[in-house]
Structures are given as C-alpha cells and as structure tokens.
C-alpha cells in the first residue's frame, strides 16, 4: 500500500509545501503523542533538529501537537540525529524526534520519529500515525488540566561528548592527529570538534558557521570537494565530512582521496574481528554496496548480508541476525555496540582509533580492497509499471546470465523520486557500461511507448 506521509526516512519535502507545512507538523504530534500516551506516567517527547530556517517553524509546531495531545516535550536545540536517539533513552522518553533532511539543502526539512528504545518507528507504526493524520483528531486532545509542559534542556551537547568519548577505550587519545573535518554547517557544528579536541586531536574545522540557510551548501559529505582542499592546505592526518545531521560520514586521506561507506566498514569489520569484538561473524550492507566489499570479506572468513536500501533495513537485519557492524557506501555507519541509528561521528572514531594503533597513514588503513567497477544510471518514469514489461523482464535475464559468475545486476525503482535505478557492476568496466546502457535503452523506450 503506497504511504501519503512516510518515506524511506520518516516524512521529508520541501519547506512551506505539502507535507512539509507547520499544520502537518502539529498534525504529526498529535498523533504520534496519541499513540504513545499509554498508561499513567506522565509522558515525554525529545524534539532536536539541525540547523536549518525552517527548524524554528516545525520545532515549535511539533510542540504544539504534541502538548495539545498531553505530552511533555523537552526541546534540545541543533544536535545530531544519533544524540537524540541516545536522548530518547537516556531521559526516558516515550518519544524522539528529529527534525532533519539529513543531506538535502537547506529549501528541505523532515521528521525522523524514534521510539522509546531509541531505534526509528517500524512500517505498522507509521501506518497507524498515517491512518490519524487523516482524520478528525479534534477528539485526542488532551483535557485542559493535562496539557503537556514544554522546556529547553541544558547540558545534552555535554551528555552526547561524552557519549562519543567512551565509544573509545579509557586510554585512547589522539595526540599526534591533524585532523580536519567539515560539520556542514549542520547539527554536529559544536559538538563534532569538541569530542576531537578533547581525545588530543589538532583540529581544524570548516563548516561550523550556520546561518540556516548555508546547511550542506557545497560543503559535508555530499561535497567534500572543500574538506579536500582544506587537507591538503594545512597538510592534515585525515578529513572527516559530516552531514546536515551527522548521521553519516565520508573521509578523506592524507592525500585528499574520498573513502566512502564500504571501506570504512571494511576497516572497522576487520578490526573488530581481530579483536574478538565483531558478533555474527559478519556485517549487514545494503544490495547498492561494491561487490568488492563483499569479496575482501569473504577472503577473511566473514559475511556480509545485504538488505534493501535504507539504513533502517540495515538496523532492522542487524537487531534480527545480532550483528554490531553495519551501514550503508554512502557512509551510514551503524555500530550497534554503541547506538541505535546512523553516527557519523562514532564511525570516524573508530577509524582514527585504527589510525593511531597502527602508526600508519589513512590511505593504508582505509584501503581494503579494490572496489569492482559500479556503473549507476536512472530512468525517469511517468506512469505505468516498466519492470514488468516482457521486453524489460527479457533484457534483464540475458543481462543477469551476461554478468553471472563475475559481476551483479541491481534494478529498482527509487523510494523518493519517479526514477527506475539501474546499476551493474563486474570486473569488466566495458561490459557493466554496455548492459547498464542497453537496459536504460530498453526501459526508456517501453515508458515512452506507454
């Protein structure tokens, strides 16, 4: 059943227009409070966001909702995503929520729900919040003596430093680091220096200057561009870019080369492993992660399970197959040993920690495998249903036989946009690129015959 509200990652648009729009917003915490007002106690909502303009709008909506519904909330201000999953916990809330569009511009915002135990809502509970924001919900109103409270909460930046510190061991320090790293004028611009100063590091940071509308703005991991120059300018150790909300990460090494998702859990799967910490004996990836990953693995004597994308699959088959390692090549890095979603922070922690162990340069460390050529190209659909097409399902059979054995063929449809994504990828660059080609050829002329 196609979903109104909910996406891959909560509810997300663009500002000012549907779904986007304070009355949704408001809308939202009244039911999300309704469903979660259960038994006597009274009940509680941690409400972050990052740093963008429209931030103050949605925060102050959600409020509203969820007051109205009786639900204490307690506003934290511009933090990371992870931080309020560790809030949501730590401060015993029935409730979390964050108010990001993570890597987008600054024009978008979304809502990220997470329940009591800190890991983001399942499908049936969206449906049911869904179900209520299309009804008449003038009815779940709380009395007027059991309206809920709102108040700022002091010292949370301090809670989640600390946080991060202890995900390293007492006596890690990291003296001796020149470590560079790009906050994206997002949600970690304060606290993300802060964790690395104090573990010893010589940091130099860059987007650290929000004025809500320069969020991601060529900056961050999805324009690391500027955290590259910025290494080679002040001869940095590492450089780490974060994003909008900090809830993944790319580095780059000494020598201004992006290592991405993949290699990082490689790095920390393998040092895990050599250190009796890995559980499941593997990781959990998603299906757009290099069969490369996946091979260098296997070499070791470890697995690799692969989910659909989006990093809550990834959480969900972790907490099902009890593995500690997992993530996505975009750079959400999910270590549950540590929290319940995505820390690009905690992740980059891990890898500095190897660093420093090892005495050698990023671009050893980081480099553990030769990743296959991946080719990714996308079909913009109107209407209709292309893949089921006798044509479309014909070509992508001799595809899959062409590749068997030496490469992998990967076709969805996107859980945002009207777009069929086809990626291939192998050890022949030339044959990825032809079938990747062919099969856009053939989907594109059986949408414009539709």
Same mark, same amino acid.
């Given at each position: 059943?196609?979903?109104?509200?909910?996406?891959?990652?909560?509810?997300?648009?663009?500002?000012?227009?549907?779904?986007?729009?304070?009355?949704?917003?408001?809308?939202?915490?009244?039911?999300?409070?309704?469903?979660?007002?259960?038994?006597?106690?009274?009940?509680?909502?941690?409400?972050?966001?990052?740093?963008?303009?429209?931030?103050?709008?949605?925060?102050?909506?959600?409020?509203?909702?969820?007051?109205?519904?009786?639900?204490?909330?307690?506003?934290?201000?511009?933090?990371?995503?992870?931080?309020?999953?560790?809030?949501?916990?730590?401060?015993?809330?029935?409730?979390?929520?964050?108010?990001?569009?993570?890597?987008?511009?600054?024009? $978008?915002? +979304? &809502?990220? #729900?997470? =329940?009591?135990?800190?890991?983001?809502?399942?499908? !049936?509970?969206?449906?049911? %919040?869904? /179900?209520?924001?299309?009804?008449?919900?003038?009815?779940?109103?709380?009395?007027?003596?059991?309206?809920?409270?709102?108040?700022?909460?002091?010292?949370?930046?301090?809670?989640?430093?600390?946080?991060?510190?202890?995900?390293?061991?007492?006596?890690?320090?990291?003296?001796?680091?020149?470590?560079?790293?790009?906050?994206?004028?997002?949600?970690?611009?304060?606290?993300?220096?802060?964790?690395?100063?104090?573990?010893?590091?010589?940091?130099?940071?860059?987007?650290?200057?929000?004025?809500?509308?320069?969020?991601?703005?060529?900056?961050?991991?999805?324009?690391?561009?500027?955290?590259?120059?910025?290494?080679?300018?002040?001869?940095? $150790?590492? +450089? &780490?870019? #974060?994003? =909008?909300?900090?809830?993944?990460?790319?580095?780059? !090494?000494?020598?201004?080369? %992006?290592? /991405?998702?993949?290699?990082?859990?490689?790095?920390?799967?393998?040092?895990?492993?050599?250190?009796?910490?890995?559980?499941?004996?593997?990781?959990?990836?998603?299906?757009?992660?290099?069969?490369?990953?996946?091979?260098?693995?296997?070499?070791?004597?470890?697995?690799?399970?692969?989910?659909?994308?989006?990093?809550?699959?990834?959480?969900?088959?972790?907490?099902?197959?009890?593995?500690?390692?997992?993530?996505?090549?975009?750079?959400?890095?999910?270590?549950?040993?540590?929290?319940?979603?995505?820390?690009?922070?905690?992740?980059?922690?891990?890898?500095?920690?190897?660093?420093?162990?090892?005495?050698?340069?990023?671009?050893?460390?980081?480099?553990?495998?030769?990743?296959?050529?991946?080719?990714?190209?996308?079909?913009?659909?109107?209407?209709?249903?292309?893949?089921? /097409?006798?044509?479309?399902?014909?070509?992508?059979?001799?595809?899959?036989?062409?590749?068997?054995?030496?490469?992998?063929?990967?076709?969805?449809?996107?859980?945002?946009?009207?777009?069929?994504?086809?990626?291939?990828?192998?050890?022949?660059?030339?044959?990825?690129?032809?079938?990747?080609?062919?099969?856009?050829?053939?989907?594109?002329?059986?949408?414009?015959?539709?």
């Amino acid at each position: 059943m196609k979903r109104r509200y909910f996406g891959t990652d909560g509810i997300r648009g663009q500002s000012n227009l549907f779904p986007m729009t304070p009355d949704l917003a408001m809308r939202v915490g009244i039911a999300v409070g309704t469903i979660f007002r259960r038994g006597a106690h009274r009940h509680r909502v941690v409400i972050g966001k990052d740093t963008r303009l429209s931030g103050y709008m949605l925060e102050n909506a959600m409020v509203a909702g969820f007051t109205a519904a009786g639900i204490d909330a307690f506003v934290l201000g511009p933090i990371p995503t992870p931080a309020v999953a560790m809030l949501t916990r730590s401060l015993r809330a029935d409730i979390g929520v964050m108010i990001s569009a993570s890597h987008n511009p600054f024009e $978008d915002n +979304g &809502i990220k #729900l997470f =329940g009591p135990d800190g890991y983001k809502l399942s499908d !049936d509970l969206e449906a049911e %919040i869904e /179900d209520l924001l299309d009804k008449d919900i003038a009815g779940q109103l709380a009395k007027s003596s059991e309206i809920g409270r709102a108040k700022r909460v002091d010292g949370v930046h301090d809670r989640y430093i600390e946080h991060a510190k202890r995900t390293l061991p007492r006596d890690a320090s990291l003296t001796g680091l020149r470590v560079a790293i790009d906050c994206a004028n997002g949600a970690a611009y304060r606290v993300a220096p802060a964790v690395l100063w104090e573990l010893g590091a010589d940091v130099v940071t860059i987007g650290d200057e929000p004025d809500g509308l320069n969020i991601n703005l060529e900056c961050g991991s999805t324009h690391p561009a500027a955290l590259q120059r910025k290494v080679h300018e002040v001869r940095a $150790d590492i +450089g &780490i870019a #974060l994003d =909008g909300d900090a809830d993944r990460v790319q580095i780059v !090494d000494e020598n201004g080369k %992006i290592i /991405d998702g993949d290699q990082l859990m490689a790095v920390i799967a393998e040092t895990w492993a050599a250190d009796g910490l890995l559980k499941g004996d593997g990781i959990v990836a998603t299906v757009m992660s290099n069969l490369g990953l996946e091979r260098a693995l296997k070499e070791r004597g470890l697995g690799l399970e692969r989910t659909k994308v989006g990093d809550r699959y990834v959480v969900e088959r972790m907490r099902q197959g009890d593995y500690n390692v997992g993530g996505e090549q975009s750079g959400h890095i999910v270590l549950s040993d540590f929290g319940t979603t995505g820390d690009g922070l905690v992740a980059a922690l891990q890898v500095l920690a190897c660093v420093k162990r090892s005495g050698r340069p990023v671009s050893e460390v980081c480099n553990r495998f030769e990743p296959v050529p991946q080719v990714l190209k996308n079909v913009r659909i109107q209407a209709g249903k292309p893949l089921e /097409d006798a044509i479309v399902r014909q070509a992508i059979t001799e595809a899959e036989a062409a590749l068997a054995g030496s490469g992998r063929l990967l076709i969805r449809p996107s859980g945002t946009e009207p777009l069929i994504r086809v990626m291939a990828e192998g050890d022949d660059r030339d044959q990825v690129e032809r079938i990747v080609d062919e099969l856009v050829g053939v989907i594109g002329a059986v949408r414009n015959a539709a």
